[in-house]
């Protein structure tokens, strides 16, 4: 099921290599499956779209499972920061909160 999902994501990745949402559906994908295709995808947004504010907050988780704590502080305060400037107050809110509980741990 998975691999018929990827193939399409992919398909549509092909079609529109500019849209942000394709490379982040394919990011979503990987993320319990395969943590470093997760990452490479994420870190692409970061790269190729900063703006797209949806992937500073899975971005970070992935930086935490892999135990990069400083790349996952720094992803969760840019995402804030973008956030803030953005009308979505519901993002800004998640990263707050996820950074919150970032800190919170590693106390």
């Given at each position: ?11 549509y990745l092909e079609e529109e290599p500019n849209e942000p949402f ?15 295709r997760a990452k490479y995808y994420l870190e692409k947004l970061l ?61």
């Amino acid at each position: 099921m998975q691999e018929e999902r990827l193939k399409i994501l992919f398909q549509y990745l092909e079609e529109e290599p500019n849209e942000p949402f394709n490379i982040y559906a394919i990011a979503m994908e990987y993320m319990n499956k395969d943590i470093q295709r997760a990452k490479y995808y994420l870190e692409k947004l970061l790269t190729e779209h900063p703006d797209y504010v949806p992937t500073y907050y899975h971005a970070a988780a992935v930086y935490v499972e892999l135990e990069d704590y400083i790349k996952a502080e720094q992803t969760y305060l840019i995402g804030i920061e973008k956030a803030h400037h953005q009308p979505s107050i519901k993002a800004f809110d998640e990263l707050k909160r996820a950074y919150k509980m970032f800190l919170d741990e590693m106390e």
